[in-house]
């Protein structure tokens, strides 16, 4: 299905949304003049290789050595094949599964800023500011969404054989520590409709999930109050939490030691070339301005630059400040649309209630509340997401200590009683790569330029999605399209053409 909005055609599926061409992929009577944009579908690493070649041979003449060292004799390559923006957990998988089916075929390199020092939140001291170790670790397949659903079953499938895919040769196998506890959504009388409505969907795509009564509820759950519930939808197999800095370690190792290059620093721009060769669908007699490298800002302040032939953009809450600096949001055409995401601050409270329910699942209550244990001596954490008028700053990670008793702990009772004698002792925040647009990821090719990629916006279900989206990242690259988890329609096309793609299980 086609959409026409001002002129332009955006087509809903991965391969037609890039709507660049090389001059020689059409015919000769359309050569320089506007042509079916379902004409070619070719692998996007075959286009890399062919449009940037002549790139990559220029920086090669020009260097003594492809590769630079930089801080601790660690090593930074000057041209790659694939270059990744952001190495938390979502940029780690795209690199395992790339390099993994790759291996010595592709030079992969991450680029990570991120790796600074917060021992007071965990025992290493990297990653500190990462949403992805900041994060909750929890796994659903309660969703509204096919697509997300999907990801979410094959990533539980992941995790659980986690040994099999990221144990690396004479190493001990990962361990990510997952509580198969459950994950309960909790319904009023109002959401009763919503909820049935998610429930045949997720029944149809053979999700583990059962409906309660309240009382189911009463019987289950002793401790919980649902004198206001009416409905509960209770993950059960492949449901609950697990530590997600094991994940990503895990992740990032084993990218490592199937040749995958991480570099601490920080992209500033993009290096951009006009390519005479390649003609532009929106409007054939303008000229192609291409990217084929960054500037890297590296710890101790060198800048150093990397020619790639394919850019992922996988930074999470700061996607959108790097796909500004590709001009995206700034431009004409396609490149008036910006990458809608932006940072945006949870506070997660870690308190000790000595009453409280020795086991329970993760419970969403429905005013957004959600809580689980993190222990077996009476310890947990909780949080709740502010409404849009009262989003905090994100210039730090500081933590309003205030929003526990204003906004969380008077339900947090109501729901569980044994709460009321509930104790914060430690707190802490992180940054959801929050998308404002329709609160669900970007994935696929920007249309204005036939190497850029987006694997960002995950709005806080990132984490748990991860090894899914990574597979997916490596099917669009390697195969011409998604194989298994079909995800066009969270492509960038929705985004030109004003079609959002709305997630009701927010959390």
């Known amino acids: 299905m086609y959409t026409r909005k001002v002129g332009l055609i955006v087509r809903h599926n991965f391969k037609s949304c890039l709507c660049v061409r090389h001059k020689s992929d059409l015919p000769t009577s359309q050569q320089g003049n506007y ?32 590769f630079d060292q930089y801080e601790d004799n660690k090593i930074f390559p000057k041209t790659v094949d694939i270059l990744i923006v952001g190495g938390g957990v979502i940029g780690s998988s795209i690199a395992y599964w790339l390099q993994n089916k790759c291996r010595d075929g592709l030079t992969i390199a991450v680029v990570e800023k991120d790796l600074s020092v917060n021992k007071s939140i965990m025992s290493t001291q990297e990653y500190a500011k990462a949403s992805s170790v900041l994060s909750c670790g929890g796994i659903r397949q309660q969703f509204s969404l096919k697509e997300n659903i999907e990801l979410s079953k094959f990533s539980a499938e992941f995790l659980r054989d986690i040994k099999d895919y990221l144990t690396i040769p004479e190493q001990q196998p990962p361990e990510i520590n997952f509580n198969p506890s ?3 959504f909790l319904a009023t009388k109002n959401g009763v409709d919503t909820m049935l409505k998610n429930h045949q969907l997720q029944k149809e795509l053979n999700a583990n999930v059962e409906l309660l009564s309240k009382d189911m509820m009463k019987t289950k759950f002793p401790w919980l109050n649902v004198d206001d519930i009416e409905l509960g939808s209770l993950g059960t197999l492949n449901s609950g939490w697990f530590d997600p800095w094991s994940l990503l370690n895990a992740l990032r190792n084993k990218a490592k030691s199937l040749g ?33 490298s960054v500037k890297v800002k590296l710890k101790d302040g060198e800048t150093q ?3 790639f032939g394919i850019c992922i953009v996988a930074a999470g809450a700061e996607s959108g400040n790097i796909a500004q600096m590709a001009k995206i949001g700034k431009g ?13 601050k949870r506070f997660v409270y870690y308190y000790h ?20 244990p993190d222990s077996f001596d009476n310890h947990y954490i909780c949080g709740k997401s502010p ?23 008077a339900t947090l009772a109501h729901r569980v009683p ?3 004698e509930a104790k914060v002792k430690s707190s802490w925040a992180g940054f959801y790569d929050y998308n404002w647009y329709d609160q669900n990821a970007v994935v696929g090719a920007h249309p204005s330029y036939f190497n850029l990629f987006f694997a960002a916006g995950f709005s806080g279900h990132g984490i748990q999605q991860a090894p899914a989206i990574g597979r997916a990242v490596m099917e669009m690259l390697t195969e011409s399209g998604y194989n298994t988890i079909d995800l066009s329609r969270l492509g960038f096309g929705r985004l030109i053409a004003e079609q959002p793609l709305y997630e009701q299980n927010i959390v």
């Open 353 to 372: 209630s000595p009453k409280g329910p020795s086991m329970s699942p993760m419970v969403i209550d429905p005013s957004g509340i959600y809580f689980r």
């Open 305 to 307: 630059q990397m020619v």
């Open 182 to 184: 459950g994950y309960l």
């Open 35 to 66: 042509y079916d944009p379902d004409a070619i579908h070719e692998n996007p690493l075959e286009r890399c290789k062919r449009f940037i070649k002549r790139d990559i041979n220029e920086m090669w003449k020009k260097a003594n050595d492809p």
């Open 332 to 344: 004409k055409g396609f490149l008036s649309t910006p990458l809608p995401i932006e940072p945006r």
């Open 260 to 292: 995958t290059y991480y570099v601490e620093g920080e992209v500033e721009d993009f290096g951009f070339k006009v390519d005479t060769s390649i003609v532009v669908e929106e409007d054939p007699n303008k000229e192609y301005e291409g990217i084929n």
């Open 418 to 420: 044994a709460f009321e």
């Open 387 to 409: 409404c849009d008028t009262e989003e905090p700053e994100t210039v730090n990670l500081d933590v309003d200590h205030d929003f526990f008793e204003k906004e969380i702990w």
